[in-house]
């Protein structure tokens, strides 16, 4: 059974919107969304916590909006105005193996140092 799953991707015309969720099978202080563009390295997107502290790269400010659903272990993000820069694979991360942080740390974090990820969905933006 996978710990984390993601769902939403698709393609879109650049100024257009993707609402991306997640499901986590545990519980988890932080959520992140991670991206990752061919031949670039993986960045952090956006992070939010189970107090309502979120965090995002400065690339997304004002676009996407993410958001934790705590009843739920799961995690929302809402893109808006999208470009071609934001096509990428987009992965869903749960559980930051240091334990509590702040969102800020989090965004900061690499995957890998998440205990959870899902597979990755795809989003690609059209001009």
């Known amino acids: 059974q996978a710990q984390v799953v993601e769902s939403g991707g698709g393609s879109v015309q650049a100024g257009g919107s993707l609402r991306l969720t997640c499901a986590a099978a545990?519980?988890?202080?932080?959520m992140a969304w991670f991206r990752q563009a061919p031949g670039q390295e993986r960045e952090g997107v956006a992070v939010?916590?189970?107090?309502?502290?979120?965090s995002y790269a400065d690339s997304v400010k004002g676009r996407f909006t993410v958001s934790k659903d705590n009843a739920k272990n799961g995690l929302i993000l809402q893109m808006n105005n999208l470009k071609p820069e934001d096509t990428a694979m987009y992965y869903c991360?749960?559980?930051?193996?240091?334990?509590?942080?702040?969102?800020?740390?989090?965004?900061?974090?690499?995957?890998?140092?998440?205990?959870?990820w899902g597979q990755g969905t795809q989003v690609t933006v059209s001009s």
């Open positions: 991360a749960a559980n930051p193996r240091a334990g509590p942080m702040t969102a800020l740390q989090a965004l900061h974090i690499t995957i890998w140092e998440y205990d959870y």
């Open positions: 545990y519980r988890s202080t932080c």
């Open positions: 939010a916590c189970s107090d309502g502290d979120t």
